[in-house]
C-alpha cells in the first residue's frame, strides 16, 4: 500500500489534476468556487498522503529530504485548515456613518471594531474626455465638446450650454452633479434654426434618446473613462482605544485587530457609498509553518 501512494506518477497526476481546477476555477467557473466542493479537498489531501509516502518509504532519508516533503505536506493541510476556519464578510460603508454589522451569507457578525467612511475617491487612467459626434449625409464628425462650442450642420446650430459628469435632478427639477465620477455623463446642447432654439439633453449611456426627433445624428460620448482604482478612506475606531484612520483600496488592503479589509465594490448610484470585504485567516499560520520546513530543508540541501 505504501509503495502504492508513494508513486511518481500518482504525484504528477494528482498534480495534474489540481492544476486544472485551478485554471477552471480562475478563467472559467462563475459559479460557486471549486475550492469548497469536497472532490477538490479529496485531491488536496491525496496529494498530502502522497507526498508523505514518498518521504517516509525511503530508508535513509537524509533530514532536507523529510524537511522538504513535510513542508509541503503542511502547507496543504494549512491550506485546508486556512479554508475551513476563514471569517469573511460583506461591510457596506456610507460616507460619514460608522458600521460595525459586517454580512456573511447566514447571518450578520458584529465587528470588534467600526468602520466609519471619510472619504470614497475613483482613479482614472488619464483624465476623460467629452466629444460631440455628429453623423450627416453618411459622415461623421467628432468635435471636443467643451462649454460654449458650436457646431453647425443642416442649417442647425448646435451650442453646447452644459457639462456634467454624473447627471442627477433635485426635487426641484434642477440639473445637478451627483458626483465628481463620470457615471452618468451628460450634455445640454442648444439647437438654433430659423429664429427658433431647442434646448435637449444629451447622455453618453443612452445615445439613442433624440435619433427620432432630429434631421442628423447627434450624440454625446465620453473617451478615456477607464477606472484604474478606487479607494475608500476611514477611521477605524476599537471597542477600547483610539481612533486609526487607513485608505483601503484595491489590491492594497487594509489590517486591523487580526482582521484584512479588502476594497470590493462601489455604486455608481451612490458616491457616498463603498463595499468591503472583512476576512481573518485563522489557519494562516500553519502555511507559514510549512512554508519555514521547506525553506529550512532547502537551505540543508544546498549546505551538503
Known amino acids: 500500500m505504501l509503495k502504492v501512494f508513494s508513486s511518481l506518477r500518482l504525484f504528477f497526476a494528482l498534480a495534474a489534476l489540481l492544476a486544472g481546477a485551478f485554471v477552471y476555477q480562475t478563467l472559467f467557473n462563475r459559479g460557486v468556487p471549486v475550492y469548497g466542493a469536497p472532490w477538490f479537498a479529496a485531491l488536496g489531501l491525496a496529494l498530502a498522503a502522497n507526498i508523505g509516502?514518498?518521504?517516509?518509504?525511503?530508508?535513509?532519508?537524509?533530514?532536507?529530504?523529510?524537511l522538504l516533503h513535510a513542508g509541503l505536506v503542511v502547507v496543504i493541510a494549512g491550506a485546508f485548515v486556512s479554508r475551513a476556519r476563514r471569517f469573511e464578510a460583506q461591510l457596506p460603508l456610507h460616507k460619514g456613518e460608522a458600521a460595525e454589522l459586517a454580512n456573511t451569507e447566514e447571518s450578520s457578525y458584529k465587528l470588534p471594531f467600526s468602520v466609519k467612511l471619510e472619504d470614497f475617491r475613483i482613479d482614472y487612467y488619464s483624465e476623460p474626455l467629452g466629444r460631440l459626434v455628429l453623423e450627416e449625409d453618411g459622415a461623421r464628425k467628432i468635435?471636443?465638446?467643451?462649454?460654449?462650442?458650436?457646431?453647425?450642420?443642416?442649417?442647425?446650430?448646435?451650442?453646447?450650454?452644459?457639462?456634467?459628469?454624473?447627471?442627477?435632478?433635485?426635487?426641484?427639477?434642477?440639473?445637478?452633479?451627483?458626483?465628481?465620477?463620470?457615471?452618468?455623463?451628460?450634455?445640454?446642447v442648444e439647437l438654433a434654426s430659423g429664429g427658433r432654439k431647442k434646448k435637449l439633453w444629451l447622455f453618453a449611456n443612452f445615445p439613442?434618446?433624440?435619433?427620432?426627433?432630429?434631421?442628423f445624428g447627434l450624440y454625446y460620448a465620453v473617451e478615456q473613462a477607464e477606472i484604474k482604482n478606487f479607494h475608500s478612506s476611514v477611521q477605524l475606531t476599537p471597542a477600547e482605544g483610539s481612533?486609526?484612520?487607513?485608505?483601503?483600496?484595491?489590491?492594497?488592503?487594509?489590517?486591523?485587530?487580526?482582521?484584512?479589509?479588502?476594497?470590493?465594490?462601489?455604486?455608481?448610484?451612490?458616491?457616498?457609498?463603498?463595499?468591503?470585504?472583512?476576512?481573518?485567516?485563522?489557519?494562516?499560520?500553519?502555511?507559514?509553518?510549512?512554508?519555514?520546513?521547506?525553506?529550512?530543508?532547502?537551505?540543508?540541501?544546498?549546505?551538503?
Open 243 to 304: 481612533p486609526v484612520r487607513g485608505e483601503i483600496a484595491v489590491n492594497r488592503p487594509l489590517r486591523f485587530g487580526g482582521y484584512t479589509l479588502y476594497q470590493t465594490s462601489y455604486d455608481p448610484a451612490d458616491a457616498g457609498y463603498s463595499l468591503v470585504t472583512v476576512t481573518m485567516d485563522r489557519g494562516v499560520w500553519i502555511v507559514y509553518f510549512g512554508f519555514a520546513l521547506v525553506l529550512a530543508g532547502v537551505l540543508l540541501w544546498l549546505r551538503k
Open 53 to 66: 509516502a514518498c518521504a517516509f518509504s525511503r530508508s535513509g532519508a537524509r533530514l532536507h529530504y523529510l
Open 143 to 188: 468635435f471636443d465638446a467643451k462649454e460654449g462650442a458650436v457646431v453647425r450642420a443642416s442649417g442647425v446650430t448646435v451650442k453646447v450650454l452644459r457639462l456634467v459628469r454624473d447627471f442627477g435632478v433635485t426635487s426641484k427639477k434642477e440639473v445637478v452633479e451627483k458626483s465628481p465620477y463620470w457615471f452618468n455623463p451628460a450634455a445640454q
Open 208 to 215: 439613442g434618446m433624440h435619433r427620432e426627433a432630429l434631421p
